[in-house]
């Protein structure tokens, strides 16, 4: 392990040190392609949904795996902020009458401010207590939401309004494919700028052994707690927005195996990997779509492919590839 | 009102005597290979699932039990041979992989159960009867004494195991230092595997005798799994004593939640109480406060 | 009239009929089948609602086409698993239309996948039979949603109409935290009134909890004269052991939820006495045999016993219902039109069906009134009816 992360960082440095150019550069601007191109082989709105869900997961993902690849802590909860993102939207606008282009950027604001209040205590524990601690306030968010009927609609659910922009209602998928794919992209260089800077040295250096980040001088209890907001945001924003596009947002949202599905793409696609990211919640949002059609084998086929995925690539898909593309 | 609180205790007891079953298979898997095991939840629907099977096979009771729970470590000799062995053996996985190939055990075996029984509930006849019985102003029922009388079983016997057998102290001497154990000729293969072989014994016995009070599906290995863990942690990972306090705490703060201030709310009031504990005792009511190695 | 004139004549006199059976029998050679969509909860917590649908969709479909389909075309059932997920249901639902282009939705089978479907129904203008229970589905009213299985508050109706018949002015309260639970409590809370019933006491339980005593205690000591509980899956069956534990003499009454076999036996003794609202589907062999339901739900509950060897379901006769609507639709407006097939729903009128008679209008897309439920009591382990 302490070998794999000297090469990494070696190679990140002398990249960014490498005339000016930041070498992200060539890999946003093909994310940027891709996604550009990318609908021409959509066939029919379907696509652009699936296309849609991917996004919005990989959003999630990429903050995610700031906290679990990179900070190196856990999450079992985050679905929790997820949900918040899209009930604190929904309820402002149907509830207190606020316009949407208001009530989203302040449902997700409002998370990042909770993920500060609840992150000062919670950080101070390690390992599995973290993930105790998580997992408590997810289920109790989750519980919150089901039982307040008259503020969320219960576990039915609720409807959202549409996102109203300059007076047009932003419907139609592929309105929202492009609302979406951009958003990804800035995620993706949001959190490429944050992991060459100087930031993500510390962070890297946290995760290496906390205490001996701290021996150096790292404030180890503002850093982790930094990430956890800006992965709160990350999940209130892609929550946010799934509600307002969906129309539609339920408490199943909030719940453990919600923020259990979310942990699993990130270490599936693999951890410290900004596309590693994005794979896991590639391949674990279109495999369902796929399995489908196996209908009661679907469980089975899942979990078995689950395991075999991470017995053959430990680290993930995307380090594991890495490495082995490294080696030759 | 007396008669009433007795009769939430009562209540809350046999639920957590169940959690600490569960508890103690995730105490002992962490304690050989510091992973958690997220498919816990599962050998006590295969222990329950099982059961029901084979009675209505035509087996009586008292042979369909042990043969269930046998089933289950079967299965758990299995899982921990092809799914987490190999894992393991390439000496890359860290605890995360282990934990997230649990939780894919975990879906394949509530898959592989939908299709080898079905999707109902079931329930399992009584050991000894439905009689409710009066004690002390709240009604239990017999089965409740067989839930907390095998729980008592189970902690004792493996106190006996592990404090007084070659083979129990040779698991504790993996747990502390696997090398050291290594060197002393012990197989950490053969211990990681007797340690899940004996998580599903656990959880298979506990699912035997809470189907006939909890009834059992393929799904109950879910919420199972979720309460056992929170029970493990907030009596302390790896501490055998602290799995069986936090289940039974656990038990009864939902059941005098449940009772005194809101019934909607109890796994409210437990969690915050867990995060309570956790906040000024992070290594759990009972858990190591010892030194961290840098 | 020259002559290429009277041979043309002559020919088209002969030809026509030959050619006018060609026409016709040529379509249909080529008839597309009539693709029906469908998602289900088979898997997962509502398993207890998807599971039977989606065997009785597949049975009703595997029947129609061995009988010669319908107007000659076979039906072709495209069905997906949403596990009681909303947004996975809205996922599929949009796959439905528009890669499979379904001609028709019947599904949903709980409320929230059914709400998360219908903005999909409306905008796309295809009509959607839910499966679900919230009187909310069709209330308001949606040009293309319709259902078919008796609405939370009727059941809530039905079984305040029995407590106030008996005397009772008090009741108490005992639910889940499902949709179907909290739905259905709060239209009992609503409805109580109206048969002059107070709610004295109002209790929860979690999902997948196991122990219902602490509840019960509660209620035991509220003053409530009948105990209604509000639920389906596993926790009705819990409260009504614990309920026979606690000793509890009051009357128990459960909902249409746990309307099946299953409930008495996992209920053992102590569902005895329990009432319950139902469709005729569950006593189909104590209906007088006058009753126009009869035959209906005895071929059907044979058929389905038959081939899958287990006890019917009310929610599977959900099902049964919303494909039969459809397919008396389609007969009556003779084509698969989207727009005609769904006027000739809405102009469903005395159909016979296992939940009872269904009568639509443009202003009511269930068609179904309170005589539809049966009040059933168990007594020696098996449902019978109350008159």
């Given at each position: 392990?302490?070998?794999?992360?000297?090469?990494?960082?070696?190679?990140?440095?002398?990249?960014?040190?490498?005339?000016?150019?930041?070498?992200?550069?060539?890999?946003?601007?093909?994310?940027?392609?891709?996604?550009?191109?990318?609908?021409?082989?959509?066939?029919?709105?379907?696509?652009?949904?699936?296309?849609?869900?991917?996004?919005?997961?990989?959003?999630?993902?990429?903050?995610?795996?700031?906290?679990?690849?990179?900070?190196?802590?856990?999450?079992?909860?985050?679905?929790?902020?997820?949900?918040?993102?899209?009930?604190?939207?929904?309820?402002?606008?149907?509830?207190?009458?606020?316009?949407?282009?208001?009530?989203?950027?302040?449902?997700?604001?409002?998370?990042?401010?909770?993920?500060?209040?609840?992150?000062?205590?919670?950080?101070?524990?390690?390992?599995?207590?973290?993930?105790?601690?998580?997992?408590?306030?997810?289920?109790?968010?989750?519980?919150?939401?089901?039982?307040?009927?008259?503020?969320?609609?219960?576990?039915?659910?609720?409807?959202?309004?549409?996102?109203?922009?300059?007076?047009?209602?932003?419907?139609?998928?592929?309105?929202?494919?492009?609302?979406?794919?951009?958003?990804?992209?800035?995620?993706?260089?949001?959190?490429?700028?944050?992991?060459?800077?100087?930031?993500?040295?510390?962070?890297?250096?946290?995760?290496?052994?906390?205490?001996?980040?701290?021996?150096?001088?790292?404030?180890?209890?503002?850093?982790?707690?930094?990430?956890?907001?800006?992965?709160?945001?990350?999940?209130?924003?892609?929550?946010?927005?799934?509600?307002?596009?969906?129309?539609?947002?339920?408490?199943?949202?909030?719940?453990?195996?919600?923020?259990?599905?979310?942990?699993?793409?990130?270490?599936?696609?693999?951890?410290?990997?900004?596309?590693?990211?994005?794979?896991?919640?590639?391949?674990?949002?279109?495999?369902?779509?796929?399995?489908?059609?196996?209908?009661?084998?679907?469980?089975?086929?899942?979990?078995?492919?689950?395991?075999?995925?991470?017995?053959?690539?430990?680290?993930?898909?995307?380090?594991?590839?890495?490495?082995?593309?490294?080696?030759? | 009102?007396?008669?009433?609180?007795?009769?939430?205790?009562?209540?809350?007891?046999?639920?957590?005597a169940v959690y600490a079953l569960v508890a103690l298979g995730f105490s002992i898997v962490y304690h050989a290979s510091r992973a958690?095991n997220?498919?816990q939840?599962?050998f006590v629907?295969?222990g329950?699932?099982?059961?029901?099977?084979?009675?209505?096979?035509?087996?009586?009771?008292?042979?369909?039990v042990p043969?269930a729970v046998a089933g289950a470590m079967l299965v758990g000799l299995?899982v921990q041979?092809?799914?987490?062995?190999?894992?393991?053996?390439?000496?890359?996985?860290?605890?995360?992989?282990?934990?997230?190939?649990?939780?894919?055990?975990?879906?394949?075996?509530?898959?592989?159960?939908?299709?080898?029984?079905?999707?109902?509930?079931?329930?399992?006849?009584?050991?000894?009867?439905?009689?409710?019985?009066?004690?002390?102003?709240?009604?239990?029922?017999?089965?409740?004494?067989?839930v907390l009388g095998g729980s008592a079983v189970a902690v004792l016997a493996l106190g006996w195991f592990f404090g007084r057998t070659l083979l129990g102290k040779a698991m504790r001497a993996t747990a502390i230092n696997p090398?050291a154990a290594r060197?002393m000729g012990i197989s950490t293969r053969g211990v990681m595997r007797l340690s899940f072989v004996l998580a599903a014994a656990l959880g298979a016995l506990g699912g035997v005798l809470?189907?006939?009070?909890?009834?059992?599906?393929?799904?109950?290995?879910?919420?199972?799994?979720?309460?056992g863990?929170?029970a493990a942690?907030?009596g302390g990972l790896g501490s055998f004593g602290g799995a069986v306090a936090g289940g039974l705490?656990?038990?009864?703060?939902?059941?005098?939640?449940?009772?005194?201030?809101?019934?909607?709310?109890?796994?409210?009031?437990?969690?915050?109480?867990?995060?309570?504990?956790?906040?000024?005792?992070?290594?759990?009511?009972v858990g190591a406060?010892?030194?961290?190695?840098? | 009239?020259?002559?290429?004139?009277?041979?043309?004549?002559?020919?088209?006199?002969?030809?026509?009929?030959?050619?006018?059976?060609?026409?016709?029998?040529?379509?249909?050679?080529?008839?597309?089948?009539?693709?029906?969509?469908?998602?289900?909860?088979?898997?997962?917590?509502?398993?207890?609602?998807?599971?039977?649908?989606?065997?009785?969709?597949?049975?009703?479909?595997?029947?129609?086409?061995?009988?010669?389909?319908?107007?000659?075309?076979?039906?072709?059932?495209?069905?997906?698993?949403?596990?009681?997920?909303?947004?996975?249901?809205?996922?599929?639902?949009?796959?439905?239309?528009?890669?499979?282009?379904?001609?028709?939705?019947?599904?949903?089978?709980?409320?929230?996948?059914?709400?998360?479907?219908?903005?999909?129904?409306?905008?796309?203008?295809?009509?959607?039979?839910?499966?679900?229970?919230?009187?909310?589905?069709?209330?308001?009213?949606?040009?293309?949603?319709?259902?078919?299985?008796?609405?939370?508050?009727?059941?809530?109706?039905?079984?305040?109409?029995?407590?106030?018949?008996?005397?009772?002015?008090?009741?108490?309260?005992?639910?889940?935290?499902?949709?179907?639970?909290?739905?259905?409590?709060?239209?009992?809370?609503?409805?109580?009134?109206?048969?002059?019933?107070?709610?004295?006491?109002?209790?929860?339980?979690?999902?997948?909890?196991?122990?219902?005593?602490?509840?019960?205690?509660?209620?035991?000591?509220?003053?409530?004269?009948?105990?209604?509980?509000?639920?389906?899956?596993?926790?009705?069956?819990?409260?009504?052991?614990?309920?026979?534990?606690?000793?509890?003499?009051?009357?128990?009454?459960?909902?249409?939820?746990?309307?099946?076999?299953?409930?008495?036996?996992?209920?053992?003794?102590?569902?005895?006495?329990?009432?319950?609202?139902?469709?005729?589907?569950?006593?189909?062999?104590?209906?007088?045999?006058?009753?126009?339901?009869?035959?209906?739900?005895?071929?059907?509950?044979?058929?389905?016993?038959?081939?899958?060897?287990?006890?019917?379901?009310?929610?599977?006769?959900?099902?049964?219902?919303?494909?039969?609507?459809?397919?008396?639709?389609?007969?009556?407006?003779?084509?698969?039109?989207?727009?005609?097939?769904?006027?000739?729903?809405?102009?469903?009128?005395?159909?016979?069906?296992?939940?009872?008679?269904?009568?639509?209008?443009?202003?009511?897309?269930?068609?179904?009134?309170?005589?539809?439920?049966?009040?059933?009591?168990?007594?020696?382990?098996?449902?019978?009816?109350?008159?």
């Open positions: 392990m302490p070998a794999a992360a000297s090469v990494s960082d070696r190679r990140a440095t002398a990249a960014g040190e490498r005339g000016g150019v930041p070498a992200r550069a060539p890999q946003l601007a093909l994310l940027a392609a891709v996604l550009a191109l990318l609908p021409l082989g959509f066939a029919n709105n379907y696509f652009y949904e699936v296309a849609i869900l991917v996004a919005l997961n990989a959003i999630v993902c990429i903050g995610l795996n700031l906290l679990i690849g990179y900070a190196g802590q856990i999450s079992l909860g985050h679905a929790a902020f997820y949900a918040l993102g899209g009930y604190g939207s929904a309820i402002a606008a149907t509830r207190w009458g606020w316009p949407v282009w208001l009530s989203l950027p302040a449902a997700v604001v409002a998370m990042g401010l909770l993920a500060w209040a609840v992150g000062r205590p919670t950080l101070r524990l390690k390992g599995h207590t973290l993930a105790m601690a998580t997992l408590g306030l997810g289920v109790i968010v989750s519980i919150v939401l089901v039982n307040e009927d008259r503020l969320t609609g219960g576990p039915d659910g609720m409807t959202v309004p549409p996102l109203v922009v300059a007076g047009r209602a932003l419907q139609g998928e592929p309105t929202w494919y492009a609302i979406v794919a951009v958003v990804l992209w800035l995620a993706v260089w949001l959190a490429g700028n944050l992991i060459d800077s100087p930031v993500g040295r510390a962070l890297r250096a946290l995760h290496g052994s906390e205490v001996a980040a701290q021996t150096l001088g790292v404030d180890s209890a503002r850093w982790k707690l930094r990430i956890f907001v800006i992965s709160a945001v990350f999940a209130a924003t892609a929550g946010a927005l799934t509600a307002h596009y969906a129309g539609f947002i339920t408490p199943a949202k909030a719940s453990f195996l919600h923020s259990v599905e979310l942990v699993i793409m990130v270490v599936f696609g693999g951890m410290a990997s900004i596309w590693g990211a994005v794979v896991g919640a590639a391949v674990l949002t279109l495999l369902p779509q796929l399995l489908t059609v196996l209908k009661d084998y679907e469980m089975m086929v899942f979990g078995a492919v689950l395991v075999a995925t991470m017995v053959f690539f430990p680290r993930g898909i995307v380090p594991t590839l890495a490495r082995l593309v490294a080696k030759d | 009102m007396g008669a009433n609180w007795m009769q939430f205790v009562a209540g809350g007891l046999t639920a957590g958690i997220f498919a939840g599962e629907m295969i329950g699932m099982g059961a029901v099977s084979l009675v209505a096979l035509g087996l009586p009771l008292w042979a369909a043969l299995l041979r092809l799914a987490l062995e190999p894992a393991q053996a390439g000496g890359q996985a860290d605890v995360v992989t282990l934990i997230i190939i649990t939780i894919g055990v975990a879906l394949f075996l509530r898959g592989l159960a939908q299709l080898v029984w079905d999707k109902g509930i079931h329930s399992l006849p009584a050991f000894t009867g439905s009689e409710p019985m009066h004690l002390g102003g709240a009604t239990v029922m017999p089965q409740s004494l067989w090398l060197l809470t189907a006939p009070i909890t009834l059992t599906s393929y799904d109950v290995g879910v919420m199972l799994g979720l309460k863990f929170a942690i907030l705490l656990l038990g009864l703060i939902e059941g005098l939640g449940a009772g005194f201030v809101s019934s909607a709310y109890k796994d409210v009031i437990a969690f915050v109480v867990i995060l309570a504990v956790l906040f000024f005792l992070p290594g759990g009511l406060r010892g030194s961290e190695r840098v | 009239m020259s002559r290429l004139t009277a041979t043309l004549r002559r020919f088209t006199r002969a030809a026509l009929p030959l050619a006018l059976p060609l026409l016709l029998t040529a379509p249909a050679a080529a008839q597309e089948p009539i693709r029906v969509g469908t998602f289900l909860a088979v898997t997962g917590p509502a398993s207890f609602l998807g599971d039977p649908e989606q065997k009785t969709l597949e049975m009703m479909v595997d029947k129609i086409n061995a009988d010669g389909g319908i107007n000659g075309r076979k039906l072709q059932l495209i069905s997906y698993d949403s596990a009681g997920d909303a947004e996975k249901a809205r996922t599929f639902t949009k796959r439905l239309i528009e890669q499979d282009k379904v001609d028709v939705l019947i599904g949903g089978s709980s409320t929230g996948e059914t709400m998360a479907a219908v903005p999909l129904a409306e905008a796309a203008g295809i009509p959607f039979i839910s499966l679900a229970g919230a009187v909310v589905i069709v209330e308001p009213t949606k040009k293309w949603v319709f259902k078919t299985p008796h609405t939370d508050r009727m059941a809530c109706e039905k079984i305040f109409v029995d407590m106030k018949a008996r005397g009772f002015t008090k009741a108490a309260l005992i639910s889940g935290s499902g949709g179907f639970d909290k739905s259905m409590r709060a239209e009992c809370v609503k409805v109580a009134p109206n048969q002059g019933i107070q709610i004295v006491a109002d209790e929860t339980y979690g999902a997948a909890d196991t122990d219902m005593t602490a509840q019960l205690t509660k209620i035991k000591g509220s003053g409530a004269q009948a105990v209604l509980n509000a639920g389906f899956g596993q926790g009705p069956a819990i409260v009504t052991r614990n309920y026979k534990q606690l000793g509890l003499t009051q009357p128990l009454y459960q909902s249409h939820g746990v309307a099946s076999k299953e409930y008495i036996k996992l209920s053992g003794d102590a569902a005895e006495g329990v009432r319950l609202p139902a469709a005729a589907l569950l006593v189909a062999d104590l209906l007088p045999a006058g009753d126009p339901q009869k035959p209906v739900v005895t071929a059907y509950r044979n058929a389905y016993q038959d081939k899958y060897k287990t006890d019917v379901s009310t929610f599977g006769g959900h099902a049964y219902d919303g494909l039969m609507l459809y397919v008396n639709a389609v007969k009556a407006a003779g084509s698969t039109d989207k727009a005609k097939t769904r006027d000739a729903i809405e102009a469903t009128k005395g159909y016979v069906g296992t939940g009872g008679v269904v009568n639509m209008s443009p202003t009511d897309h269930m068609g179904l009134d309170l005589s539809a439920f049966r009040m059933l009591e168990v007594k020696n382990g098996d449902w019978t009816l109350v008159k």
